[in-house]
């Protein structure tokens, strides 16, 4: 689809990153960040009652692939919505996307983003390249950024069918929050309305 029909850009802001031409829909999704999701569900204690919400074949295949092989949609949608099913609060679900970095967020965004802060680069930086990173761990969606002010951005994404689920688009903003703080000294995230359907969703970024 075109992106061009599904974009947005919020009145008197700045386009950082626009959407790619074409955005695809969501296809396949790298098993590390399933593995690693699921490790965190296994360190809070969540994972006997998870195990009872998967179907058997994908609870197979997250259980039994190796990282950074790509995983079709339907698996990585079953894992999301056995986490729903979990039922955490809105803090815990954030916290475990934060944990995600911790287990493979920093080495997905490579070595430019550690040089960039070691230059004490801010988030525009890391903004513009956003959709690179994605391509490496998803198979489809696009995303947008806006300026809003010197330190206020918007981040949309769309095309992408795990924003259905409240517990990826709440782990998701804990990821997107971590990597930005590698950029700023802190940086806080709300989620917005979606932008364009269920398959969609918008953050609200401010740092200092």
């Not at 999704?29 to 998870?50: C, E, F, K, M, P």
């Not at 995983?71 to 990585?76: C, E, G, I, N, S």
């Not at 409240?166 to 930005?180: D, I, M, Q």
């Amino acid at each position: 689809m075109v992106a061009a029909a599904l974009a947005r850009t919020p009145v008197g802001s700045e386009t950082v990153l626009e959407f790619p031409a074409v955005v695809e829909p969501l296809q396949q999704v790298r098993s590390t960040i399933l593995i690693a999701s699921l490790g965190n569900i296994r360190q809070a204690g969540h994972y006997d009652a998870y195990a009872r919400w998967v179907p058997g074949e994908h609870l197979r295949v997250l259980s039994e692939t190796l990282a950074a092989t790509w995983l079709p949609v339907q698996t990585a949608a079953a894992h999301y919505a056995a986490c729903d099913k979990l039922a955490l609060a809105t803090d815990e679900q954030v916290r475990m996307g934060r944990k995600t970095v911790e287990r493979v967020g920093r080495s997905m965004a490579g070595t430019a983003l550690r040089l960039a802060r070691e230059a004490g680069a801010t988030p525009w930086v890391f903004f513009p390249h956003i959709q690179r990173l994605w391509d490496r761990v998803y198979d489809g969606g696009g995303i947008a950024v806006y300026k809003l002010g010197p330190k206020d951005a918007r981040l949309d994404l769309i095309r992408f069918s795990l924003c259905e689920s409240p517990f990826y688009r709440n782990a998701l903003r804990g990821w997107v929050w971590s990597l930005t703080e590698l950029f700023c000294k802190k940086a806080y995230f709300q989620e917005k309305r979606q932008p364009d359907g269920s398959h969609s969703c918008s953050f609200r970024a401010q740092w200092v």
